[in-house]
């Protein structure tokens, strides 16, 4: 059963994960503008964008940003959320829990978009800022998600057993405590990375990081939707490839996760 | 013939997992109104037979054989209570939710009031003091005894017509112990079939109509209780049954008076609000063994994991070589954490599920002393097999060992610190006669061998605190009384450890009520 | 005014006006802050309830010269810088009638030196101090200077006249426009109607309801769903997704929106007038206007105001000329030359036409790096800093687009063009009473922008707006903010 | 966790420091901005004599430090200070837009909690078969289309299509709930993501819960299944979604932006989207309170749902 998941969300990731990495290669020169939002014909197979691009051409180049920005923001996200969560999960100083959750929360208060759009004008971040941005409002998310589901991990005596034999804490909350909430980290590591996606985009649209009229799936999507009646392919294909990137990619995740548990 | 039918059947049973059978050729009826026992050493198959009348098998097993199980519902006390015991639910709701189908017959008024009442009695007829407050409490809040307890309760309260008890003993003192052997065997007369899996041979003895004798995962012998006792045939029975000690030896006073290596003084424990245990003045000396003793619930564990620094919350100092302890083990360094190890009460829970055993224990080595993994590794394996687990068993993740596998791999993941004070917290319990006398050997070697060693023994059975140099009483939190072994059990001073000591004699004596 | 052309429809069975109904205008809105004092006004919103409630003494007609309001005559002195306004009989919704001193202290409410109006630096060329009533019905105006094209003030955006006194308007404001006040829920909806005393003829509708939704797909689908009758400002893509399918009428106001590229002609590289020109050469006019308007406007010619009175019709159509244009930059010693164009979204088409504008630079050899600022602080960051950036006009007379922009001390001087001569032919301009004489002025002007000048007028976009099938009336001729611009009085419901 | 009642009068205590925080944290922002509100006011018109009168006007010549001080003072009394672009008091703005923002949270978290919570545990009871497959696909499809995409969708299938329901709350103004046919399709928008989002975290907790000892003796003593999983399992899977209901409440009351703009609802998003683009300081510093109580309150609310459901979760060493 795990098995033919796994190749059914590798089939649904590998389309999206090759058209991005590999698309750039195969794109030629830009062919001449046409009107915007045209439907297929002067060899434009998927019709043209809002500024009269090829969209198939866009589809191509437009992957590898998303996956890239996307990415590296949830990864970072979880880099900096997973030991906050678990280091506050599993110290017994009350003040030093706070001192890691509360300040958080100070940054959840603040909505995302607004967050963005702030930080965002002042400071006027590449795309590695924009990365680092979108992380930096996922992270108190993903610090009180991960804390949650670790305190009661971290309160059994399969912990305590481990402070007993003196195990680093690198061992404890990774391989123990991590390990035992994995499967509701990874429900949220999957939503996440969607999240993550159109914040990208949105933020894109405000001005930040990619180029409002970048090739970039997210961004399409976000800006061709004006002519979604015109020209709907400039929405839906980036749109599909959106889907089929964290539908595949949860599968993968969801049935290898099923496979590790299963030994 | 009689007209009595069986409640359940098994017949020619084999479970094989990976085509090693665990069980193999088991035959079993259970009669209503009787008490079917299952007795024989760690990993012979008790639960795994047990689990077949309630429908269940582990995972992956090939399973041939008639199984008949109960109609209706089959009640269960499972070897590791705590497991069965949903941590996000009060005692109240979890058996509330049992009750609550015992009483819908009645008028909706009254269903509540009902409920209520059958609760208590059950927690009462399960020997839990101060029922009402029970309700109240999360499992976590509860000794080990007391959970178990609980569980039993939850049999009870279902009327069902048959119960399998695993080991429904092993975390009771005698006093409670003997209450509970009361308590089954009125069950047993008002016509439940009830299947004992236990090693206790003091509550077989008392209880069973019919004993099984398994080894290996065959049935050696089966009879009636009393011809059994009176002339096994088999020899591993003999075996099993000269496993019984009264707590004759209590061994001899240590020569000299050996510097102390342990010093608690003024010890008090709470939980959140509620002092549980208050220890003036405790002290443990090189190579001694001090055995706590006490009933279920009296603060044994507490203490115990004080000194571990596993329960922060206490007031009073704890001097290692006059030097004092951290309360907690985080702040403990190495050495001190490797000094004071402690073997949990519940070994399952004590276990990580994902990883095997061996490297479990091997990791206290590399940890606690740095040694290299292929160094630890070996002595990992040789410490277990000297406790009696195979390598074999020892590569498998820890749901896949029976309850007194498990024990032993928890003392052995101790052992590899090379500790000084060394705290097992009921590790025998779950063992029959022979592997436990085998265990309280190998411990008692260790003391002999390494004069560095002492050990605090925490026990509710009287015949293993005697192997202790001294005893320690605890009743209800206070330290009521310490002092030589003997002393202690010949003629004891406080009036609770009189009451323990007379209680276990009687039971020993096998007077069936 | 019924007969310039007001009629949607070509229907002639819905030729006769109805009366009755009420109808439900969608604006984008400036959400919860906003005030029905016309003085205030400074969205279309606002321009659009404040016409409902209130008149100017003159609006723009389609081509953008002033036509007379409550204003009935206006004579100059031979100076041109004294005007006899007359006041036709009009009055406020209470009943008052409408006089010279309501006009005087409207435009000194508006000129309030603590205040903050937007009319105030249009109507600086008044001396309030000086001008006084005549008569009753009679204004007359003193000037600080000759103005030919005094009645393009009158008509100046957000200049109403309110009756003495008014302060407080969103309580019950009153006015003399076409309806009276009911309801207002700032950042929601304003409800108003007919006034039946109204100068120009009661309007046809019984009731307006103005509606903010600042999404133009909520428009949309509010007006497809029949929740509105009106929206005003749709996409190009909306409306060729909707036009002609039937359900919904496309109404395209031609020459609303200027769109250029603005060159500070006083900074390098743009301080050469060559590679002003090469840029001129540059453009690809079509393509730009169907890529960034997605065809919903009209190319441009370097030149304000196409259509426009006064304007410069007869200059030949630039035409994109790479050839050229690199041959102009290398005479300036600009080859290889990398400049940075401003954009924001702040208007519609202004990313999309930088991202076009860049790719033709390429081909020029030249890189334009685009970079996309705030859009909240956009008019007022690319005022002075930067070299090249995306602009855009609303529809404005040629002459307040000259004296706003393109004279030296112009508040508003995006392309920093200071030239005296300019300046002194705008004086003259003002100065010359024959119109024919004044054209001429405007001509020679014109060809100097056309030749040298610092925007880069590409296109003029469509400003479209959709109806519900059964709303007729709505002028097609008017460019947004011109007197038939969101003029509900004659419209009505078949 | 000892003391509960002194744990939560920390945490509020606490809330009140987190709430000065994020006050602070925004009006430092704010002010950094490009632009302020004059210039925002000048829109296309920037004449910079204009920007200073209005500055002037505004007082927006004074420094920050005082304009941040005076503002706070007045938030002692309770009173929010006064709209830049307006001069309304800006407890008018809050006022008006929490209803209409209220009421789709409050809609939106009735249905969501039962659906998600559902669909979650529906999943995890038939881990690995159809109903799982179809559930966990279809939450991640619908999660990784877009609001505006779904909510145009809706739009489109619903109301222009069908013409079941109306296509936006047009000129309802505030008082939706007497066109609840127009809260329909905004409500299933905003639905659409959390749904998704809370039943996997349900379904991945619950797999757990239900593989349990604990769950099996409920079984074997003949516990209904219904009750097994939401009395028993549940509780012991929810602490994770509890998280995620919060924030997504938090994200309910901080103005969901894209849906009012999409159905023309003047809540809190739009008001905050305004103020900023008006770089109305004081608006944006009160909704700034407002939400960072409200977010203070739903984390505080959170995590005691977390100690109700894991009691066992203070570590004791
Ligand atoms: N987390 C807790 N909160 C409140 N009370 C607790 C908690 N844990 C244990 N207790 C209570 O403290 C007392 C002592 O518990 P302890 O576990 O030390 O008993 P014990 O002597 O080890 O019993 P047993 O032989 O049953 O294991 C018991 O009455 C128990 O109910
Ligand atoms: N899931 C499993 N996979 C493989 N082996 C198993 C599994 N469960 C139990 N065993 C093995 O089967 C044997 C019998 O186990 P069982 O739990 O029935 O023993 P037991 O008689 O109850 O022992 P104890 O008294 O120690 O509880 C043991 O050797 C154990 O290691
Ligand atoms: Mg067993
Ligand atoms: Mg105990």
């Known amino acids: 059963m795990p098995r033919s998941r796994l190749t059914l969300g590798a089939v649904i990731v590998g389309v999206p994960l090759v058209l991005a990495l590999l698309g750039p290669l195969f794109v030629g020169e830009p062919g001449p503008r046409a009107a915007s939002f045209t439907l297929g014909g002067g060899g434009h197979w998927l019709g043209t964008d809002f500024i009269g691009r090829d969209v198939w051409r866009q589809v191509l180049l437009g992957g590898r940003s998303v996956v890239l920005v996307a990415l590296a923001a949830t990864a970072l996200a979880y880099v900096v959320a997973l030991p906050l969560g678990l280091i506050a999960a599993l110290t017994h100083r009350t003040w030093l829990e706070e001192l890691l959750m509360r300040p958080l929360d100070v940054l959840l208060a603040v909505p995302s978009l607004l967050m963005i759009l702030l930080v965002a004008s002042v400071f006027s971040p590449g795309a590695a800022g924009l990365a680092l941005l979108v992380a930096l409002v996922n992270i108190p998310d993903a610090a009180r998600i991960v804390r949650a589901a670790a305190a009661e991990a971290a309160s059994r005596p399969a912990v305590e057993a481990l402070r007993m034999q003196g195990e680093s804490w690198w061992r404890m909350a990774v391989g123990y405590v991590g390990r035992s909430v994995g499967r509701t980290l990874a429900a949220d590591a999957g939503v996440r990375l969607t999240g993550v996606l159109y914040l990208v985009s949105t933020a894109a649209f405000l001005g930040v990081g990619v180029a409002p009229d970048a090739a970039d799936w997210a961004v399409m999507v976000d800006r061709n939707r004006t002519g979604l009646f015109v020209q709907p392919w400039a929405v839906v294909v980036p749109a599909l490839l959106i889907v089929a990137l ?5 599968l993968l995740f969801d049935a290898v996760l099923e496979k590790r548990n299963r030994t | 013939m009689t007209a009595v039918t069986e409640v359940a059947e098994i017949k020619d049973l084999r479970v094989e997992i990976e085509s090693r059978a665990i069980v193999d050729g088991v035959s ?27 429908g269940e098998y582990p995972a992956g097993a090939r399973v041939s054989g008639d199984v008949r199980a109960p109609d209706g519902l089959v ?63 999360y499992p976590h809040q509860l000794s080990g005894g007391q959970q178990q307890r609980v569980v039993l309760a939850q049999a009870l309260l279902l009327g069902a017509r048959a119960v399998v008890a695993d080991e429904p003993t092993t975390g009771q003192d005698v006093l409670t112990k003997r209450r509970i052997v009361d308590q089954l065997a009125a069950v047993a007369r008002q016509g439940i079939g009830i299947v004992l899996l236990s090693h206790d041979l003091e509550v077989v003895r008392t209880l069973a109509d019919e004993v099984l004798v398994m080894r290996g995962g065959r049935v050696v012998e089966s009879g009636p209780a009393e011809r059994l006792w009176l002339a096994p045939r088999h020899p591993w029975t003999r075996e099993l049954l000269a496993g019984q000690t009264q707590f004759s030896a209590g061994a001899p006073a240590l020569q000299g008076r050996p510097r102390p290596v342990l010093h608690v003084r003024g010890l ?30 009296s603060g044994k564990t507490t203490l115990g994991r004080c000194l571990a620094g596993l329960h922060r919350d206490h007031d009073g100092e704890i001097l290692l070589d006059g030097a004092p302890l951290p309360r907690s083990l985080r702040d403990r360094t190495r050495d001190q954490l490797a000094a004071v190890q402690y073997v949990f009460q519940d070994a399952k829970a004590a276990f990580d599920e994902h990883r095997p055993v061996l490297d479990q224990v091997a990791r206290t080595a590399i940890r606690l002393r740095r040694t290299t993994q292929g160094e630890a590794m070996a002595e990992a394996a040789s410490t277990l097999t000297t406790l009696g687990l195979t390598d074999d068993l020892a590569r498998r993740s820890p749901h896949r060992l029976s309850g007194g596998e498990l024990q032993r791999a928890a003392l052995a993941r101790a052992l590899l610190a090379r500790p000084r004070v060394l705290i097992c917290d009921e590790i025998t319990s779950g063992l029959d006669s022979v592997t436990r006398r085998g265990i309280l050997d190998t411990l008692t070697g260790l003391l002999r061998d390494r004069h560095d060693l002492s050990l605090v023994l925490i026990t509710h059975d009287l015949d293993t605190a005697a192997l202790g140099d001294r005893i320690a009483v605890l009743d209800a939190g206070e330290l009521v009384e310490q002092g030589q072994a003997r002393e202690v059990l010949t003629s004891p001073r406080h009036p609770f450890t009189v009451s323990l000591v007379e209680t276990s004699v009687r039971l020993a004596a096998g007077t069936r009520p | 005014a019924d007969s310039s052309g007001t009629s949607a429809d070509t229907a002639q069975a819905d030729a006769k006006p109805k009366r009755g109904g009420r109808l439900r205008a969608a604006f984008a809105g400036g959400g919860a802050s906003e005030t029905l004092d016309p003085h205030l006004s400074n969205l279309f919103a606002d321009a659009a309830r404040a016409k409902a409630l209130f008149d100017k003494l003159a609006d723009y007609g389609p081509d953008l010269s002033a036509q007379p309001r409550l204003a009935s005559a206006w004579e100059p002195n031979a100076g041109l810088d004294r005007w006899k306004v007359s006041l036709r009989k009009a009055e406020f919704h209470d009943g008052r009638p409408v006089t010279a001193d309501d006009v005087l202290y409207s435009y000194r409410r508006i000129a309030d030196p603590e205040k903050t109006f937007r009319a105030k630096a249009s109507l600086e060329p008044i001396d309030l101090k000086a001008s006084r009533a005549l008569d009753e019905r009679t204004v007359e105006f003193v000037l600080k200077r000759p103005t030919a094209e005094f009645p ?44 039946d005393a109204y100068w120009d003829g009661a309007p046809y509708l019984d009731e307006l309801e103005f509606i903010v939704a600042n999404e133009e797909s909520a428009r949309v689908n509010a007006l497809l769903g029949g929740q509105l009758e009106y929206a005003h400002e749709l996409n190009p893509a909306t409306a060729r997704a909707h036009e002609g399918k039937g359900q919904i009428q496309i109404v395209r106001l031609r020459n609303s929106a200027m769109q250029a590229f603005a060159m500070k002609t006083d900074r390098p590289p743009f301080d050469d007038k060559r590679v002003r020109e090469a840029f001129f050469l540059i453009a690809d006019r079509k393509e730009l206007v169907d890529g960034a308007l997605s065809g919903a406007g009209e190319i441009g010619n370097d030149l304000f105001g196409k259509g426009y009175e006064y304007y410069a019709g007869g200059l030949p159509q630039r035409e994109q000329d790479l050839d050229r244009a690199r041959k102009l930059l290398k005479e300036a010693g600009a080859e290889k030359l990398k400049v940075t164009l401003d954009t924001s979204p702040v208007a519609a088409g202004f990313t999309e036409a930088a991202a076009i504008f860049r790719d033709q630079a390429a081909k020029a050899g030249v890189t334009v790096e685009i970079r996309t600022g705030s859009k909240d602080s956009y008019w007022a960051d690319i005022l002075d800093s930067g070299t090249l950036c995306c602009y855009r006009s609303g529809a404005m007379p040629i002459e307040s687009h000259i004296s706003q922009r393109l004279l030296t001390d112009s508040t508003t001087n995006a392309t920093h063009w200071r030239h005296k001569d300019f300046d002194a032919l705008y004086q003259q301009a003002q100065s010359t009473k024959d119109k024919q004489d004044r054209a001429a002025v405007y001509e020679r002007m014109q060809r100097r922008l056309y030749a040298e000048g610092g925007f880069l007028v590409w296109g003029f976009a469509d400003w479209i707006i959709g109806t519900a099938r059964g709303v007729r009336g709505v002028a097609e001729k008017a460019p947004a903010n011109s007197l038939d611009w969101a003029r509900f009085d004659k419209v009505w419901l078949a | 966790m000892r003391g509960l009642r002194s744990w939560v009068a920390r945490r509020l205590l606490l809330g009140v420091a987190q709430t000065a925080a994020v006050v602070l944290l925004v009006f430092v922002l704010t002010e950094a901005l490009p632009g302020d509100a004059a210039v925002a006011l000048a829109g296309d018109q920037p004449d910079p004599e204009r920007i200073a009168a209005i500055r002037e006007a505004m007082d927006l010549d004074r420094p920050a430090h005082e304009r941040l001080a005076d503002w706070a003072a007045g938030l002692l009394h309770g009173d929010f200070g006064t709209s830049l672009a307006s001069g309304r008091p800006v407890s008018t703005y809050i006022a008006d837009g929490f209803g209409p923002t209220l009421l789709l949270a409050a809609l939106t978290v009735a249905l969501l909690v039962p659906v998600g919570v559902g669909l979650g545990v529906l999943a995890a009871r038939h881990e690995g078969r159809l109903a799982d497959r179809i559930v966990s696909s279809m939450t991640l499809g619908v999660y990784a289309v877009p609001e505006f995409a779904f909510g145009v969708l809706l739009i489109t299938v619903f109301a222009l299509r069908l013409g079941w329901l109306p296509p936006t709350a047009v000129g309802y103004g505030t008082d939706l709930l007497a066109h609840p046919a ?14 998704c989002s809370l039943a996997r975290l349900v379904r991945a907790g619950m797999i757990d819960a239900l593989a349990s000892p604990y769950v099996a003796q409920a079984r074997r003593y003949g516990i209904p299944g219904a009750r097994i999983r939401y009395a028993h399992a549940l509780p012991n899977a929810i602490t994770p979604a509890a998280q995620q209901l919060a924030r997504t409440i938090d994200w309910l009351l901080c103005g969901v932006i894209v849906v009012e703009a999409l159905y023309v609802i003047p809540g809190l998003g739009t008001v905050l989207m305004n103020a900023v683009a008006e770089r109305d300081v004081p608006v944006v510093q009160g909704l700034a309170v407002v939400f960072a109580v409200t977010t203070v309150v739903l984390n505080l609310g959170a995590d005691l749902v977390a100690h109700r459901f894991a009691p066992r979760a203070g570590v004791a060493a």
């Open chain 3, 152 to 195: 393009n003030v009158l008509a100046a955006f957000g200049a109403y006249i309110v009756p003495e006194g008014a302060e407080e308007f969103d309580k019950k404001p009153v006015g003399s426009g076409p309806f009276r006040f009911v309801s207002f829920a700032p950042g929601k909806s304003a409800v108003f109607k007919r006034n």
């Open chain 2, 268 to 297: 008090t424990a709470r939980h959140s609000r509620t002092t549980v245990l208050r220890a003036p003045e405790l002290t443990l000396r090189a190579g001694e063994c001090l055995a706590v003793v006490g009933r279920s619930g």
């Open chain 2, 28 to 54: 079993l009826r259970v009669l209503p109104g009787k008490v079917t026992a299952l007795v024989g050493a760690s990993g012979s198959g008790k639960t795994t037979t047990g689990l077949a009348l309630l």
């Open chain 1, 246 to 250: 964290t539908m595949g990619g949860n």
């Open chain 4, 182 to 195: 127009a809260l329909v399709l905004p409500v299933l928008v905003l639905l659409s993501r959390p749904v």
């Open chain 2, 75 to 137: 009640g269960y006390v499972p070897q590791h209570p705590a497991s069965v015991l949903n941590p996000a639910r009060r005692i109240g709701a979890l058996l509330g939710d049992i009750a609550r189908y015992q009483v819908r017959g009645l008028p909706r008024a009254r269903r509540r009031e009902a409920a209520r009442e059958r609760i208590l009695r059950a927690l009462s007829l399960a020997q839990l003091p101060d029922p009402a407050a029970m309700l109240r409490r």
